[in-house]
């Protein structure tokens, strides 16, 4: 069970904006940088955003990170058909009742 | 290019093992921290194991303690997780990833099947 909790699913229509959320602890997201992954259909998971709030070379600045207490937001604007997928936040947690690094539950976006 | 490449899924009977393995290139792979993810059909992402750059410090999730032991290899530019005593539970696509800026190199995943 994770102890990251974000939506099961959001949507928009193309071009539109969506945000997806992130709650964690004061011993995860409270202490320590969020990182969010985009996962398409059938492949493997893909960095998009890390230290809460930067872009890897070659993601667009459509794509961006927050980070509030504790609580993460990504926001993904100009939606296109291409950003169908499921994306997932991912921190380090000093809990000794949580696995070293925890991920979200895990949040679908379609484009509606 | 920067690429890992997963090996050595399948299906195998409960209480069995296996040895994955994950080949590194297009970077200097003794200078990362390595991970394995895993990925149970239909579920979301689970940390499993990882390793410092030395091989030096190792974590587990309590899920696999005792029964998983992570391990590289510098000379190779590999990655190994040693899998035994596995239960259904552990069905899952596994990916092993750099830990560099967070996980930014991620395999194409191996999957795992614990089935009789």
């Known amino acids: 069970q994770s102890v990251l909790t974000q939506p099961p699913s959001v949507s928009a229509a193309p071009g539109q904006k969506v945000t997806i959320s992130c709650s964690g602890s004061?011993?995860?997201?409270?202490?320590?940088?969020v990182s969010w992954y985009q996962q398409l259909p059938g492949t493997a998971p893909k960095l998009l955003i890390y230290?809460?709030?930067k872009r890897p070379s070659g993601i667009p600045d459509r794509f961006s990170g927050s980070k509030s207490g504790t609580s993460a937001t990504l926001g993904i604007t100009g939606l296109q058909t291409g950003d169908e997928a499921d994306y997932y936040c991912?921190?380090?947690?000093?809990?000794?009742?949580?696995?070293?690094?925890?991920f979200g539950t895990g949040t679908k976006v379609t484009v509606l | 290019q920067v690429q890992l490449v997963e090996s050595g899924g399948g299906l195998v009977k409960p209480g069995g093992s296996l040895r994955l393995s994950c080949a590194a290139s297009?970077?200097?792979?003794?200078?990362?921290?390595m991970s394995w993810i895993r990925q149970a059909p239909g579920r979301g992402l689970e940390w499993v194991s990882y390793?410092?750059?030395?091989?030096?410090?190792?974590y587990y999730a309590d899920s696999v303690k005792g029964r998983f032991t992570i391990s590289r290899d510098n000379a190779k530019n590999s990655l190994y997780l040693q899998m035994n005593s596995l239960r259904a539970e552990d069905t899952a696509v596994y990916y092993c990833?750099?830990?560099?800026?967070?996980?930014?190199?991620w395999g194409q995943g191996t999957m795992v099947t614990v089935s009789s």
């Open positions: 990833a750099r830990d560099g800026v967070a996980f930014d190199i």
């Open positions: 297009g970077f200097t792979f003794s200078d990362y921290y």
């Open positions: 390793i410092s750059s030395s091989g030096s410090t190792i």
């Open positions: 004061s011993s995860n997201i409270g202490s320590n940088y």
């Open positions: 230290d809460n709030n």
């Open positions: 991912g921190t380090w947690d000093s809990s000794l009742s949580a696995g070293l690094y925890v």
